[in-house]
DNA sequence: TGTCCGATTGGT
DNA sequence: CCAATCGGACAG
């Protein structure tokens, strides 16, 4: 059974914990069965000075407020009335840091994850932001869940080889923020969202 | 209380 | 390109 990652990773910068994520293995245990993948896209968001987070200007609000805890937390909100986010908590607490798991590629635990999403291509299963959501048995429930201790965690995973960066996807309201090149990615691999 | 809109997805 | 679908943020 591989070590997860503790407190000490997530306690850096967005900025340095979001590509040090590429490669881990993300692991859902749940009464339905165990999940895993290995994390495939990554974006960072800052903070109170990133105009794409949701504690840009100082904003804390009861949906945002793990942001503001300690680091190693999920946070996981509804988006589009239909769909979940997952973000992992970084930084300190009073820095509302966080990083947003936009892909995965399936590991173990597929068949689980084809029946939750209803369908069976493995490519699909888990490369976007909500749909990993449904994959991975993500609830509202996790919102707030200690990933250094809970059944949602992160293990060190495999060498991520080259990371390649681009902008964020879908933040086109942060203005300049919204250009920079805060996404990040597995060079060349088949399960993210959509191409650099 | 009322209005506006989204860190998405899937189908046209 | 566009509709689905509704919780949350904020104005009044």
Redesign the pocket.
């Known amino acids: 059974m591989e070590e997860r990652l503790d407190r000490r990773f997530f306690a850096r910068p967005a900025l340095e914990v979001a590509p040090d994520l590429l490669g881990r293995r993300l692991v859902h245990e749940s009464p339905e069965g165990t999940v895993a993948g290995i994390v495939v896209e990554t ?1 960072a ?1 800052c903070g109170v000075r990133d105009a ?4 840009f200007g100082g ?1 804390r ?4 407020e793990v ?1 503001w805890g300690p680091p190693g937390h999920a ?1 996981v ?7 979940l ?1 997952f ?1 992992v908590v970084a930084s300190e607490p009073g820095s509302p840091e ?1 990083v ?1 798991i ?1 892909a995965v590629e399936p590991r173990e635990g597929i068949e689980l994850m084809a029946r939750r ?1 209803g ?1 069976s291509d493995v490519r ?1 299963l888990a490369n ?5 959501c449904i994959a991975f048995g993500i609830t509202r429930e996790l919102n707030g869940a200690d990933v250094t201790k809970g059944p949602l965690y992160f293990t060190a995973g495999e060498d991520a080889g080259e990371v390649a960066v681009s902008r ?4 086109d ?1 942060a203005g300049a923020d919204a250009e920079r090149p805060w996404r990040f990615l597995v060079r060349g691999s088949r399960f993210v ?1 959509r191409p650099p």
Do not use: D, Q, W
Not at 77 to 83: A, H, K, N, T, V
């Open positions: 974006e968001y794409a987070s949701h504690a904003r609000t009861a949906r945002n942001l946070y909100y509804p988006i589009y009335g239909m769909y986010c973000n966080g947003f936009r999403r369908l699909k976007g932001p909500s749909k990993l964020r996807i879908g933040v309201y969202s």
